[in-house]
């Protein structure tokens, strides 16, 4: 019998279908795409919307010694690098206080993009990102990477300096992965995502399933 390719593919919200902004079913999603295409692989979603890179890492940890992935692919970085107007341990506090919570979270919405601008807060540092990019790579063989969305320019008007940042960011997995391991977003377009500028709709679903299918395909020849 012919050894089943398990592949392991670890996301954020990107790889999970969604009612908001738009409706995008599960079936449209690239996993059930490339469950259907390669109905022979086990392929196995680990994912956890809003999650940073050091969440996604500790949320995979089940895996980390009870399986050996053939094939392992990661998307994250949007909720890594994007400014944000508090630090996570900010909001928690702010969350659990009580009466004035309300108050102070309507405050923030209403300052968020001086807030923003001016805190320079990203919840996942460079160095950080930098240092589980790493440990992934060292924990799992043959892991790619899908690269984050390039942000239009109605994206950067909504949070300044997201384009800087995103840049950044796909310019530390591209150093810390081989070409060949690194899946890049660039010729995405508005047509490809969502009205939250981060999402990627069913055509950006069904395009990304089409260039991991390369890479699927030409692992599988280089296992069996």
């Known amino acids: 019998m012919a050894k089943k390719i398990k592949v392991l593919i670890i996301t954020d919200s990107l790889g999970f279908p969604r009612s908001t902004p738009e409706l995008l079913l599960y079936e449209e999603t690239y996993i059930a795409l ?14 956890r919307g ?23 692919i990661i998307q994250s970085g949007i909720v890594d690098c994007a400014p944000r107007a508090l630090t996570l341990t900010e909001q928690h506090i702010i969350s659990r206080l ?15 993009n001086f807030l923003r601008r001016y805190r320079k807060i990203k919840y996942t540092p460079v160095e950080i990102y930098q240092e589980y990019i790493r440990k992934f790579n060292a924990l799992f063989q043959n892991t790619y990477w899908i690269g984050i ?25 591209k150093k810390e992965n081989t070409n060949d391991k690194y899946v890049s977003l660039v010729n995405y377009t508005d047509f490809d995502i969502m009205s939250d500028f981060h999402h990627l709709n069913k055509s950006g679903h069904a395009k990304l399933f089409k260039d991991i299918s390369v890479f699927l395909s030409n692992g599988a020849k280089d296992i069996s």
């Open 149 to 173: 969305l390039p942000a239009s320019d109605d994206y950067e008007k909504q949070l300044h300096n997201i384009k800087k940042s995103i840049f950044t960011y796909n310019d530390i997995l």
């Open 34 to 47: 490339l469950r259907n295409k390669f109905a022979d692989y086990d392929i196995i979603h680990q994912g």
């Open 50 to 72: 809003g999650a940073t890179i050091r969440e996604l890492y500790n949320h995979s940890t089940y895996y980390h010694e009870t399986l050996n992935p053939d094939i392992v």
């Open 98 to 112: 009580p009466f004035v919570s309300k108050i102070l979270i309507s405050l923030v919405k209403k300052n968020s």
